[in-house]
Every structure is written in structure tokens, then in C-alpha cells.
């Protein structure tokens, strides 16, 4: 592992944890800032994804379906997360939003016919007991159920992104992704009551260059240094990073209950984490 790798990591994870902030800071509705936030991004992950592969590899599209759905997603469960991060507090959102990986997992499991082992069977208890715990179980309110639509629509988006990955580069797939969630995001436009101030501007315009193309630039960079399994686990961080600067800025001191389910989803991120780093290890000893 080279610090370098490390570093960049780091930095990635930081600014995702401060995008929350930016968000609420926009005063727009979530489908118009997701729109601007795509929008400014893509001229620089378009740039990106060119670079790392190219044009011809960019405009090979065959199959289409799985990079359709999981640019669909991608603008979905921004919609949904920018949308509750308005109606409750960041902690709780976040929290419950990082299941979604697991989503994932449970829907490879499924769907893909990915086996299931112990790491997969405790991860996903303690991603929903995460959940359960963060949202206040039955008496679930507004706020943590839009969270948890974000939190699905995540998770089918990491399903649908595993699809396209067979298929197509990664960074290919996520430049589809944001092109894909210019459209998808595009009728908030006409169907939301909101304006452009020039604070609300600026903000959106640092989420699409700073919060989407950097950190993107930065993560991908750092797998030159640092394992994929590694990386996973310290993409978790993002939760930390939130409510130390949701605490700062905006005075929401994380409760007990939301300490303990971001400790259960952070255990379940990392055990499946784990799980990828013991499949990596057998392919080793079967090579």
C-alpha cells in the first residue's frame, strides 16, 4: 500500500461525507440540484472515462440495459438522499443510507447466484438491525423512510453497476451513470418551484467539480495503490466524516441510537469487505 494511495482515499471519503452539507446549503429541491450537480460533473468524468479508456470503448454499448439501470438508480437514490437530508438529520440519513452496499450483496446473492457464506449471513443481519435501530424501528418517521428509499435504490444501483462492470470499464459505467442522470433528473426542472441564487449556484457548481468529478478522480487513482477490499472498507468513513461535519456546521449532535446503528452498518460494510478479501484469497491458492 503506498501512502499516496492512502492519502487519496482519504480525501475522496472526506469530501462525500461533506456532501450532505452542500445539499442543504444549495436551498434547491432535490431532483434540480441533482440535475446541475450531473450536469456540471459530466464534461469531467466524460474527459476521465475517455482518458483511462476510450472514445470507441466509450460508445460501445452492448448490452445498454444494465448501464440504463443503474443511471436511472444513480439519480434516484440522489434524489431520495438530498431529500431527506432536508427533512431530517444528516446522522440518521447517512446511517441508514450506507446499507445499501449490503442492498447490494443480498441482490447479488439473489440474483447472480453469488454464494453465500457466513460473512454475507452476518452482514446483512447487521445492516438491518443497523437500519431497524437508526430509524427508530416500527415508529419509523418521514425523514428515515426516504432515507431508506435511498438506501434501496443504492443498493440496486451497486446491483446494476456489478452488471455493467462485467460488460464495460468501471470508470465507463460511472460516466454513462452521470449522462444518463442529466435526463433522468431533467422534468425536476419544469415540475419543482425553485430559483438560482448565487450562493445556491456556486454550491451546486463546487458539488458537480469538487464532490462528483474530484472525488471520483481521486478514488479511482488510489485503486492504482490500494486494494479494492481495503478501499471498500475505508469508503465507511464517509459516515464519520458526515456527522463530525454535520455536528460543526449545522449543531446535530449524533444521539446514542444513531451511534450504535452507524456502528452496526460500519461492522456490516467491513465484514463484507472481508468476505471479498477471502474470495480473493482462494482465487490465489486455486491459481
Known sequence: MKVKGLLEMLGATSIWGSVPLMGIWSG???GVFVFFRVLFAFPFVFYFAVKKDSLKSFFSLKPFWPLLLSGVML???WIFFFWAVKVTDVAT???IYYAGPVISILLAVLFLKEKMNVFTVLSIFLAFAGVAVSSGGF??????????????SYGLLG???KVSTIHHKAVTVTAWQVLISIFITLPFLFLADWHFTVN?????LFAGVVHTSLALFLWYDSLNYIKVSFASILQYLDIVFAVILAYIFLSQVPTERQILGAVLIVSAG????????N??????KTA
Open 28 to 30: 434547491l429541491p432535490s
Open 75 to 77: 439519480g434516484v437514490n
Open 93 to 95: 440519513v447517512v446511517t
Open 139 to 152: 415508529n419509523i418517521d418521514k425523514g428515515a423512510l426516504i432515507a431508506l428509499l435511498a438506501a434501496v
Open 159 to 161: 446491483f446494476f453497476s
Open 200 to 204: 445556491g449556484f456556486l454550491v451546486t
Open 270 to 277: 467491513v465484514l463484507i469487505s472481508l468476505k471479498e478479501v
Open 279 to 284: 474470495v480473493e484469497v482462494r482465487k490465489r
